[in-house]
């Protein structure tokens, strides 16, 4: 194997390389079953795409950061490579009114409203919950408006307001966790056993962690927890009310209120001829729907 | 039986030798067959491992989780991640390792200085960083130094001397990102492997060298190197296989096209994970065992001469000794 010459040897090791990188690209073919069927386009607005800003009208496209961890708002496709979800149907639209075209890019989570801070992205995407913490950092345009749900092993009675001793799963940098440390701090000042806070990298982890018996219950945004019950088979069910409702938003940069303000437009027309309710409909969260996207809304 | 050795005193009792019994041992293999089987049991018997999903088909029109598309495609990301990587490793590391022996103070402390850095980071923290170091410049290019500020102090406003720059958000990202925070770091330690391969090389034949009247450069190319080369392989071999599994650190930044980022894609859309874990080992498993079987051979080739040869004539002598102290012909000069 290795008395051939140097030269030699090294045209084998590519030729090795080369046949390895083929045979993995042909390797029988997968029937795609893309669950997205594309949404009835909207059409752009001319008089809305006029007060884009020059330099975004310029690029043509929209540069948006998102956890593609989170179904159903924002996940990958079976390609492993596309984002959907309704976030993304629903900002795609939004883009659409404007004339533009969208790039998704996977990022963490806790990366993307400093990189729309810092120019990597265009737009934040990432059904972020708006906060007053949040609207320090970047400008919020409210589209949608979820609460927390809790979700339960099913058979398994919890009651959110008393879950005092028990082992609960939330994602990490979650509105969800400042909710469930005060629950815990609520606990031990009454004197009850605290809460063990388990936090997750990603919502499927958090989710399987309940699945599994790991943890007692599990809270997040309702289309998310609603959306797990589903695809689990049965296997977990909805604890309790939604509370706590407060808006998505998108986030941009915090200078750039021009741009906040033609994307809550375009939202806002989306609302107006129909497509906001079809994309909603469509991802079975309908629940959640708003009538008046803001800028930067008033949250406690 | 009595009158028999009364008549044959002379001869004793053949030995009756017994194997020295290891009852320890069989107690050991007991238990660990013991384990095993539950092992297989576990493997066999256990539904949540789900190994049609992971095999054969997970969801409709689709193969096991194993062998679906965007899996290979980000084992193909993995494996050019692994050789892009430790290219940047080998050819930055014999750099720096050069400089650090270098006899120029200067030079030597900016070698230990970067090793220092990127040695005492965790992998999995520098390739986060990497995918936030963005945050820092709008464009990277390459051109004059501080021409913004050599532009001002001749009175010309943003004197642009950078003749091609690209964007930052665009560089430092995915693939890139990760690419940079492994084989920078991969430097590193390479840089401390080709050291200790140099320096285990008798100063002798270096001098030697010179003294025939090689130049500085050809004696490192062709006396120090390839000597050092055979302690510097093995290691080196090592440093491939932890770079393979450190891939997976680059799921955070996050890399899209690598195997444990698709993974997890598939877990949050599916809200399987066990499974999906299972078959992370797997593929690891898988390329890591090759490149193990790899590295037997080429650590035979480069060790050629010394090591399991030279041990192999020393037997050949012992024999020798041991047969009336003749050393077979051919290995007198041992």
Not at chain 2, 22 to 43: D, K, N
Not at chain 2, 78 to 107: E, H, Q
Request: glycine content about 8%; hydrophobic content about 45%; aromatic content about 8%.
């Amino acid at each position: 194997m290795f008395r051939n010459s140097p030269g030699r040897r090294a045209v084998l090791g590519l030729a090795a390389a080369a046949a390895l990188t083929l045979s993995l690209a042909a390797c029988g073919s997968e029937t795609d079953t893309t669950s997205s069927t594309p949404i009835a386009s909207a059409s752009a607005d001319t008089s809305l795409a006029d007060k884009v800003p020059a330099d975004i009208k310029a690029a043509g496209k929209l540069v948006i950061g998102t956890d593609s961890s989170y179904a159903p708002s924002e996940f990958l496709d079976t390609d492993g490579k596309t984002v959907i979800g309704f976030d993304v149907d629903l900002f795609n639209a939004v883009a659409q009114k404007l004339g533009l075209t969208t790039e998704w890019q996977s990022a963490t989570f806790d990366s993307i409203i400093p990189g729309v801070t810092s120019g990597k992205y265009n737009v934040g995407v990432s059904s972020f919950t708006v906060n007053a913490d949040r609207e320090k950092e970047a400008a919020m345009i409210s589209y949608f408006s979820a609460g927390t749900q809790w979700a339960a092993k099913a058979g398994v009675t919890i009651t959110p307001d008393d879950a005092c001793g028990k082992k609960i799963a939330v994602q990490t940098g979650t509105v969800q966790v400042d909710d469930i440390t005060a629950k815990s701090k609520a606990c031990t000042s009454g004197g009850k056993t605290k809460i063990t806070i388990d936090q997750y990298q990603k919502q499927s982890d958090a989710t399987n962690a309940v699945v599994t018996g790991k943890d007692d219950a599990m809270l997040a945004d309702s289309p998310v927890c609603a959306y797990a019950v589903k695809q689990t088979n049965g296997q977990l069910a909805l604890a309790g009310d939604i509370y706590d409702s407060a808006p998505y938003g998108y986030v941009v940069a915090k200078d750039k209120t021009d741009f906040a303000n033609v994307i809550q437009q375009a939202l806002q027309a989306l609302i107006t001829d129909g497509t906001y309710q079809t994309v909603l409909d469509k991802w079975g969260v309908s629940a959640g729907a708003i009538t008046t996207p803001e800028v930067n809304p008033k949250v406690s | 039986m009595t009158d028999q050795t009364q008549t044959e005193r002379a001869r004793p009792e053949a030995i009756k030798a017994v194997p020295v019994r290891h009852p320890g041992r069989w107690v050991t293999i007991a238990v660990l067959a013991v384990l095993a089987a539950m092992f297989i049991h576990l493997l066999v018997t256990n539904g949540q491992f789900r190994w049609s999903f992971i095999f054969l088909h997970y969801a409709e029109g689709k193969r096991g989780v194993m062998f679906t598309a965007p899996v290979l495609e980000g084992l193909r990301g993995t494996l050019l991640l692994t050789v892009f990587a430790m290219l940047i490793g080998v050819v930055l590391g014999v750099a720096v390792a050069i400089m650090r022996l270098s006899d120029n103070p200067i030079l030597s402390w900016t070698a230990a200085l970067y090793t220092w850095f990127f040695r005492a980071v965790p992998r999995l923290v520098l390739a986060v960083l990497f995918g936030n170091l963005n945050i820092l410049w709008t464009r990277i290019g390459f051109g004059l130094p501080f021409d913004r500020q050599i532009g001002r102090l001749f009175g010309i406003h943003d004197l642009n001397a950078q003749f091609y720059s690209i964007k930052a958000s665009d560089l430092l990202a995915g693939f890139v990102a990760g690419m940079l925070a492994l084989g920078l770091s991969e430097a590193a330690y390479m840089a401390e492997i080709v050291r200790a391969g140099i320096q285990s090389i008798d100063p002798g034949q270096a001098e030697a060298a010179v003294a025939l009247g090689l130049s500085r450069g050809q004696v490192l190319r062709r006396v120090v190197l390839p000597q050092a080369m055979r302690v510097i392989v093995p290691p080196t071999g090592n440093e491939v296989i932890a770079m393979v599994k450190d891939t997976s650190l680059v799921a955070y930044v996050p890399v899209t096209g690598e195997l444990f980022f698709q993974f997890q894609a598939i877990s949050a859309r599916t809200f399987v994970v066990l499974p999906v874990l299972v078959a992370a080992v797997i593929w690891y498993l898988i390329i890591c065992s090759v490149l193990m079987v790899i590295q037997f051979f080429v650590e035979r080739h480069f060790s050629r001469g010394y090591g399991s040869t030279s041990k192999a004539r020393q037997r050949l002598r012992d024999i020798g000794v041991e047969q009336g102290g003749r050393i077979p012909p051919g290995n007198e000069a041992i």
